[in-house]
């Protein structure tokens, strides 16, 4: 029974290319939350998906930022034009009703 | 405004002895808490969680306790391993404001031999 997978674990992009971060729930779940964590701090909250729809998007910056949760396929966490203070850890989780699980993460460098 | 912190941001434990992780939230809308283990490299695993209509929870080896009159949340590990070592996140989750979880800044729990 596989955990929440999140791909790549590591990414190092330059200033002003753009980052996709993909994410895939666990089995059964259908909703899906993208979480950042920067160096020693707790983690924000960015946004919460369901399948097709954002549902509460209030964590995430107005700019550059976009995620999606399409009918096939895992989620998306899309950042345009990265700065270098786009960089930190993105934890994804996924629920069937409440309890979060959380995948690896994928931590992104921006040079 | 509406955040979740923790008292002691290290803490440091005899192999065997018990272990409390300490946490204040200021959100008296919340009513659902989970705790959360973190350790180098890796995502959050999910510990122990408590509704609000509970004051204690008991898991294997590991205890919640909520008291919602001061907004204080606890974990208490038993005969604590070096292999608890980590850091710990207590999150809430406000009532009403969909599946977001606060986290907490975190307390790093360091287990000696």
């Known amino acids: 029974n596989a955990g929440v997978m999140q791909n790549p674990r590591h990414l190092v992009r330059r200033r002003g290319q753009e980052a996709r971060l993909r994410c895939s729930p666990m089995?059964?779940?259908?909703?899906v939350y993208w979480y950042r964590q920067l160096p020693e701090e707790g983690l924000k909250f960015m946004v919460y998906l369901q399948k097709e729809n954002i549902i509460d998007e209030s964590g995430m910056p107005k700019e550059r930022f976009s995620a999606e949760f399409p009918k096939e396929g895992p989620s998306i966490l899309r950042i345009q034009q990265v700065v270098r203070g786009d960089s930190a850890a993105y934890f994804c989780?996924?629920?069937?009703?409440?309890?979060?699980?959380f995948g690896p993460g994928t931590r992104l460098l921006v040079l | 405004g509406e955040s979740v912190g923790l008292h002691l941001p290290t803490l440091s434990v005899q192999e065997g002895d018990n272990s409390i992780i300490n946490c204040a939230y200021s959100?008296?809308?919340?009513?659902?808490f989970i705790w959360y283990k973190q350790e180098s490299g890796k995502g959050p695993q999910f510990i122990i969680d408590?509704?609000?209509?509970?004051d204690k929870r008991q898991g294997q080896r590991v205890t919640v306790l909520l008291n919602k009159t001061v907004k204080h949340l606890s974990l208490q590990i038993a005969a604590t391993q070096p292999g608890d070592s980590a850091v710990y996140f207590c999150a809430e989750n406000v009532r009403n404001q969909g599946g977001k979880l606060i986290f907490g800044q975190g307390t790093e729990l360091s287990v000696k031999p």
């Open positions: 408590i509704r609000s209509n509970m």
């Open positions: 089995k059964g779940h259908s909703h």
């Open positions: 989780a996924s629920s069937d009703i409440e309890t979060q699980y």
């Open positions: 959100n008296s809308a919340s009513d659902y």
